[in-house]
Nanobody, 115 residues
Framework: QVRIVESGGGLVQPGETLSLSCTAT????????LAWYRQPPGKERELVIE???????PRINIRSGRKALSTDSATSTIQLQIDNLDVADTAVYYC?????????WGQGTLVTVAS
């Protein structure tokens, strides 16, 4: 049974660093692309950062500007870090594991950026 659970949301202040964690069990990380998405209030869900399926490494670290993703297949975790938070980063954040046959989502965790 596949289970994806996010944790670490809450209220954070502008300028701080956000750290979210996702535990994805019941899948082989080597067979899935792993990603974080978010849905700001009143907007569509959007991709934050992803590790493509074809990387196939036990640990992956990707950085894109303020955003960083790291995965560890040994602990079944997918971490998200966003530096220098802005109020525009307020959203429900979702963890996703996807391949050609399946797309699995967590329940989401709310992050509110406010002073």
């Amino acid at each position: 049974q596949v289970r994806i659970v996010e944790s670490g949301g809450g209220l954070v202040q502008p300028g701080e660093t956000l750290s979210l964690s996702c535990t994805a069990t019941g899948i082989d990380f080597a067979d899935y692309g792993l990603a974080w998405y978010r849905q700001p209030p009143g907007k569509e869900r959007e991709l934050v950062i992803e590790a493509p399926q074809n990387l196939k490494a036990p640990r992956i670290n990707i950085r894109s500007g303020r955003k960083a993703l790291s995965t560890d297949s040994a602990t079944s975790t997918i971490q998200l870090q966003i530096d220098n938070l802005d109020v525009a980063d307020t959203a429900v954040y979702y963890c996703n594991a996807r391949n050609r046959e399946h797309s699995y989502w967590g329940q989401g965790t709310l992050v509110t950026v406010a002073s």
